[in-house]
């Protein structure tokens, strides 16, 4: 093939940029232009967030899961960094972020590989905030105080009246229902836990998932009406109801990118 022989084994060599991207397991080489396509994406940077770093793991999240970095890509710091125009050091710790959550591994001081990202990766996630959060759900009824649920309640009908919302405006109402609703379960290490596992699924908001909007908003009121009752198992099912709806979103969105 014209460029230069094929690298062995089932590593991929990204040289980003200007230069080439060598792809081995498909024996391709292209240029990152041809790894990403030119659709605007909604970054971290366009949904008010607050670092470098959390830019740059949104990104390079994003390009993991929709398959454009390929497991077994190795991700140069200093390419990327002039991919994403930013120093080193906001990106080395969005890379200690996803090497944390064994979407890159490193061995023997290497530089970072990208991890097979299976939509069951996702699955387990979301089936571990399902446990958490229904328990959370059940322990949190009749324990929010009363201005805490108006406040969250007037969160979620702001949110419905506002014509075109933003996903950073989705999250934050999505990110109150939630919070609220795990503190109120009374284990702080529950709480971060699942604040944490959230954080994780952040990538697929309404940017990606427009559709969950307003299904959303309903079952987060149902939520909320629940747990200010004195019914724990039923807020345990809502809770599991609202999480599986958002699983079946998640996993028909990961499908249609790896699809397309």
Request: proline letters at 5%; glycine letters at 6%; a neutral charge.
């Amino acid at each position: 093939m014209a460029g230069g022989p094929a690298k062995s084994g089932a590593e991929a060599q990204v040289d980003f940029g200007m230069e080439a991207v060598y792809h081995a397991r498909r024996g391709l080489r292209m240029t990152y232009s041809d790894l990403v396509d030119d659709t605007p994406v909604p970054t971290a940077a366009a949904e008010g967030a607050t670092s470098l770093a959390e830019q740059a793991y949104t990104r390079l999240m994003e390009l993991i899961v929709g398959g454009r970095l390929a497991p077994g890509t190795v991700l140069q710091e200093r390419k990327l960094a002039e991919l994403l125009a930013m120093s080193r050091t906001p990106l080395r710790e969005a890379l200690s972020r996803l090497e944390a959550e064994q979407l890159i591994t490193r061995s023997h001081g290497r530089a970072p590989v990208v991890s097979h990202v299976g939509i069951e990766t996702f699955v387990f996630i979301l089936d571990m905030r399902r446990t958490l959060e229904m328990e959370a759900a059940a322990r949190a009824t009749g324990r929010i105080a009363p201005e805490a649920a108006e406040r969250v309640i007037k969160a979620i009908n702001d949110l419905v009246a506002i014509e075109q919302p933003t996903p950073a405006q989705h999250w934050a109402v999505d990110d109150e229902v939630h919070g609220v609703i795990a503190d109120a379960a009374g284990n702080p290490l529950v709480a971060a836990t699942i604040r944490d596992l959230r954080r994780r699924t952040h990538l697929f908001n309404t940017a990606r998932i427009p559709k969950r909007l307003m299904p959303g908003a309903s079952e987060h009121l149902s939520m909320m009406s629940a747990v200010m009752g004195s019914d724990p198992e039923l807020s345990r099912q809502i809770m599991g109801r609202h999480l599986d709806n958002v699983r079946e979103a998640i996993i028909e969105f990961l499908l249609g990118s790896r699809r397309s």
